[in-house]
């Protein structure tokens, strides 16, 4: 069965850096373009960012735009998301997703706290 | 970027009726493609989300047939023809045609 598998959460200080990482399962990772979508406690769903599946285009978010890096390795499946210059108002679970696929599937999300 | 604007935001349905999400767009999403990325999502509490509808009117695999989507340009329906108690939660449209793609702000569904 499909898994998209996060991790690489935690806490960190603003101005600090962390990477995401999504483990797909489940289906051919390489023939689709994937998404981060992140929500902070309590509020609603926000796009993040999006990386073609062959990793030729990308796309963010004005609020992490120049801050993060999307990336891909199809070789193991896996999708990145470089934070940088990380600020509080970062703090969110952070799921992938493949919205390309019927259905769509997402992760469990993994907390990205970001504190002082 | 293209806003998205979701009505009601609280939502207080009797088992067994009928509800109504409505998703408003600042410009149209039609796509130079032809198609119109407009997406429903539900989130129920405590889950990711799941995407129930695509391209306006397209279910899910595994999505019940109670949930349909319609409507046009600006202006988009979800419908969810008997509310039962797994329902709630809150639905989410999102805009899948201009980057960014932008979600609605959330519509939080509850048994009254």
């Known amino acids: 069965q499909v898994q998209l598998v996060e991790s690489g959460g935690g806490v960190v200080q603003p101005g600090g850096s962390l990477r995401l990482s999504c483990a797909a399962s489940?289906?051919?990772?390489?023939?689709?373009?994937m998404h981060w979508v992140r929500q902070a406690p309590g509020k609603g769903l926000e796009w993040v960012s999006f990386?073609?599946?062959?990793?030729?285009?990308?796309h963010y978010a004005d609020s992490v735009k120049g801050r993060f890096t999307i990336s891909r390795d199809n070789s193991k499946s896996t999708l990145f998301l470089q934070m940088n210059s990380l600020r509080l108002e970062d703090t969110a679970l952070y799921y992938c997703?493949?919205?390309?696929?019927?259905?769509?599937?997402w992760g469990q999300g993994t907390l990205v706290t970001v504190s002082s | 970027d293209v806003v998205m604007t979701q009505s009601p935001l609280s939502l207080p349905v009797t088992l067994g009726q009928p509800a109504s999400i409505s998703c408003r767009s600042s410009q149209s999403l039609v796509h130079s493609d032809g198609s119109t990325y407009l997406n429903w999502f539900q989130q129920r509490p405590g889950q990711s989300p799941r995407r129930l509808i695509y391209?306006?009117?397209n279910r899910d695999s595994g999505v019940p047939d109670k949930f349909s989507g319609s409507g046009s340009g600006t202006d988009f329906t979800l419908k969810i023809s008997r509310v039962e108690a797994e329902d709630v939660g809150i639905y989410y449209c999102?805009?899948?045609?201009?980057?960014?793609?932008?979600f609605g702000q959330g519509t939080k569904l509850e048994i009254k």
């Open positions: 999102m805009q899948g045609t201009y980057w960014p793609y932008i």
């Open positions: 489940g289906f051919t990772f390489s023939n689709y373009g």
């Open positions: 391209k306006v009117s």
């Open positions: 990386i073609r599946y062959d990793a030729t285009n990308t």
């Open positions: 997703a493949n919205l390309y696929s019927d259905p769509a599937y």
